[in-house]
């Protein structure tokens, strides 16, 4: 898993050490929600999912390069809802401290450049329930295309099912994107 860096941050594999700031933000009840988890009530709870998280070569830290303190993480993972194996979901979470600064954008861009410049993909999808706003700016900025609304396409933690916004870019779209944009 290489470590993937932007202006202000490092993606790159979790570790152990990682264990206080990783809680920070999954404690936070503002937090998992939104990505369809329930809050971690306790560090153990935490240290179980982290464990699981250094080993994966799918979900990386989002690491702040001044201070280097984990402020989130971000993931690119079979689509689930796509028969494409060359198809990747990105998804991410943030620390509700550092909402609205710029950085799950500068992730996510980071992360989808990952994905059709080094892993080949043929597409990155995201998604995001109706309420979340915030997780709908950030994939908008990214450059991606709104599919549309699936209905009942995902059962949370607390067993409520929920819509789900469908957002997609394809390869010639980022490549169009990339050579428009002068990079």
Partial sequence: MPVLQTERLLLRRFKLSDLNDFY???????VGPDAGWDYHRSKDETLFLLKKFVKSNE???IELKENSKVIGSIGLHRDKKRDNKSARMMGYVMNSQYWGLGYATEASRRMISHAFDVLLVDLVSAYHYPHNDRSKSVILKCGMTHEGLLKSATVT???RVHDEHCYSITRDQYENNTLSAGV
Avoid: L, N, R
């Fill in 24 to 30: 920070e933000y999954a404690k936070d009840p503002a």
């Fill in 59 to 61: 979900i990386w830290a």
């Fill in 157 to 159: 933690y607390d067993g």
